[in-house]
């Protein structure tokens, strides 16, 4: 008995669920599939941070319900809770806190029938564009272990890429969906703001810009899991006019003819990679082909002025959230990484007046991107600058390391946000991913489809930006496009 890992692969998540309505395989043969495989490749990958394997086997064993009734599902490290579970978005200082109460996203999953049985990898408080925690280590590209998956939402990329789920719990919050499931060869969507509830703990993550969803291997599972995750909570700020019709019906058909500008010019003025540059040109020219007008536009956004207000907001939420572990556990400031102090640290040196003007600027560049749209239906971009880079390259250096402890230990830390050092470090990790932040900040849907293999055959995704409630259309149009070039049977040689 059993399902032999190959047909396992062969299935994405919808492809499970119907196995097991019709009485094919059973949850607990598909659990047992899930794990043997992240047993062969959690040595080279090191996606998963805890496992749940007993309470997932004895859900499979009972009665399931809902559209994915025993199709075995990873949740994300950082607000994706469990109660009575830890949830240790990276840190050392949370790793044994359990949580008070599940988090509505994953009662919906479960609500759903998936059979939870761990939780992946993310940076400490999924602050960075890697995932190489000090606590657990750093996760490895499926593709090239000695590569980054991307971040925050790492180990969920490299979990779905390497086979061990068709698809798992990701969010967002500067791209955190998106990078990984382009540096892993994924579809990643980041809905709009409000479109799945980020409580009950919270109404809304980062102002509206951090949103919950997930990687998978084809945009019929990310449809259907979008149509388990919408829809308001009792908590949320505000309903969102829910769509027309169910978002896995929107892959079915073709979309109408679409306007989409396009830009590789980094927001930033950096350097941008020749193979993400043909990603988007060869993009550019299969969308032509099917039909769709693409020229060369972009949003009249002022990047870097975007950059630092996107990051004046990010630290002082970093700082907030070192504060609130170190009030919930006791620990003390040594328990979490240096880049993480070092981020609280000018978080806290952040004045209340410059807060709140860089959180005001944020309607400025929403309508700047909103006069792009009543042009073109998209905006086309790369998702990264470059391809995954080595394991390592964005660490602070050893001696700007040395010198942000040293003001750290004598609580100097406001002078960090006046080194240049420490400007330098923050261009360095922007650098590669400068095309994310653009739609966290205005709210705004974006996705990432896997259509570019490098020469070095590492996969390079592509991301589309919509208008408010442009989920199916971008839906649709990455349904068309995998029509065209199918990239879900691609597969690391692990």
């Known amino acids: 008995m059993g399902i032999a890992w190959d047909d396992y692969r062969r299935h994405d998540a919808v492809g499970l669920a119907a196995l097991v309505a019709a009485g094919e395989v059973s949850a607990t043969e598909l659990l047992e599939a899930a794990t043997d495989r992240a047993d062969a490749v959690e040595p080279t990958i090191n996606a998963i941070r805890h496992r749940m394997t007993d309470a997932a086997r004895a859900r499979a064993r009972g009665e399931l319900s809902g559209p994915f009734a025993g199709v075995p599902f990873l949740v994300k490290d950082l607000a994706q809770h469990i109660a009575g579970v830890p949830t240790g978005s990276g840190s050392r200082a949370l790793a044994g806190y359990p949580r008070p109460e599940t988090s509505t996203v994953v009662r919906r999953w479960t609500d759903a029938g998936l059979v939870i049985f761990g939780r992946t990898a993310t940076p400490e408080f999924g602050a960075r564009a890697v995932t190489e925690p000090v606590a657990g280590g750093p996760t490895r590209n499926p593709w090239d272990p000695g590569r980054t998956p991307g971040g925050s939402s790492g180990g969920a990329a490299a979990a779905v890429a390497a086979g ?67 829809g308001p909570a009792p908590e949320g700020p505000y309903r969102v006019q829910p769509p027309e019709r169910p978002y896995a019906e929107a892959v079915r058909d073709d979309p109408a003819p679409l306007r989409i500008g396009l830009s590789t010019a980094s927001p930033l003025g950096g350097p941008v990679d020749p193979e993400a540059v043909a990603a988007v040109t060869g993009a550019a020219e299969l969308l032509s082909s099917l039909g769709h007008v693409v020229e060369e536009s972009a949003p009249a956004v002022d990047g870097r002025r975007l950059a630092t207000d996107f990051l004046t907001t990010w630290f002082a939420m970093i700082a907030a959230q070192v504060d609130g572990a170190r009030a919930r556990t006791g620990c003390g400031e040594d328990a979490f990484e240096t880049e993480t102090r070092v981020m609280a640290a000018i978080g806290r040196g952040t004045s209340a007046p410059e807060y ?27 998702t990264l600058a470059r391809p995954p880079w080595p394991i390592g390259e964005l660490d602070l250096a050893g001696p700007v390391k040395l010198v942000a402890r040293g003001l750290l230990t004598l609580r100097a830390g406001g002078l960090l946000g006046r080194m240049n050092l420490v400007e330098g470090l923050v261009d360095a990790n922007f650098a590669p991913v400068p095309f994310t932040q653009l739609a966290n900040l205005t709210g705004r849907p974006a996705a990432t489809v896997p259509l570019h293999t490098t020469a070095g055959g590492l996969p390079l995704g592509v991301q589309f930006v919509g208008r408010p409630g442009a989920e199916p259309q971008l839906l649709a149009l990455a349904a068309q496009l995998e029509r065209a070039r199918p990239w879900a049977d691609r597969m690391p040689a692990l």
């Not at 703990?201 to 509206?208: K, N, Q, T, Y």
């Open 164 to 230: 061990i789920v068709p698809a798992a719990g990701a969010s967002d919050g500067g791209g955190s969906i998106r990078i990984p499931a382009a540096a892993c060869g994924l579809f990643g969507l980041k809905p709009g703001r409000g479109v799945v509830p980020s409580g009950p703990e919270v109404d809304e993550g980062f102002h509206g810009a951090a949103v919950q969803g997930v990687v998978s291997r084809t945009v019929r599972d990310s449809a259907a899991m979008l149509d388990v995750l919408a």
């Open 356 to 382: 709140l003007a860089a959180q005001a600027r944020w309607q400025e560049h929403t309508r700047a991107l909103a006069t792009f749209h009543e042009r073109y239906d998209l905006l086309l971009t790369p």
